[in-house]
């Protein structure tokens, strides 16, 4: 059974940071690629950053020079460094585990709330 736990979620003023954390348990051995993605109540979930096995990042735009997503394998934990926070990155974020090419998460954690006020 694979588990994700986010944590690092919060409130924090506009230009702030934070780091989010995902620990997976269970079939780490499996991971093909790491996602973040949040959502807002009443949106469809977004993709905010992946990251593969090798290290190889995508972000979308909106994040791209302010997060870093990045792997601890060691620890089976993938993080989100998040820079330069603007009150349009409210959200719940949630980290998704894919076991295939095929660009489908397959599990999904809870997800942790992060808060920008202006």
């Known amino acids: 059974q694979v588990q994700l736990v986010e944590s690092g979620g919060g409130v924090v003023q506009a230009g702030g940071s934070l780091r989010l954390s995902c620990t997976i348990s269970?079939?780490?051995?499996?991971?093909?690629?790491m996602s973040w993605y949040r959502q807002v109540p009443g949106n469809q979930r977004e993709f905010v950053a992946a990251?593969?096995?090798?290290?190889?990042?995508n972000y979308t735009d909106s994040v791209k020079d302010r997060f870093t997503i990045s792997i601890d394998l060691a620890k089976i934990t993938v993080y989100l460094e998040m820079n330069r926070l603007k009150p349009e990155d409210t959200a719940v974020y949630l980290c998704?585990?894919?076991?295939?090419?095929?660009?489908?998460?397959?599990?999904w954690g809870q997800g942790t709330q992060v808060t920008v006020s202006s």
């Open positions: 269970g079939r780490a051995y499996s991971i093909k690629t």
């Open positions: 990251i593969s096995r090798g290290g190889i990042t």
């Open positions: 998704g585990m894919s076991t295939s090419d095929r660009g489908v998460v397959d599990y």
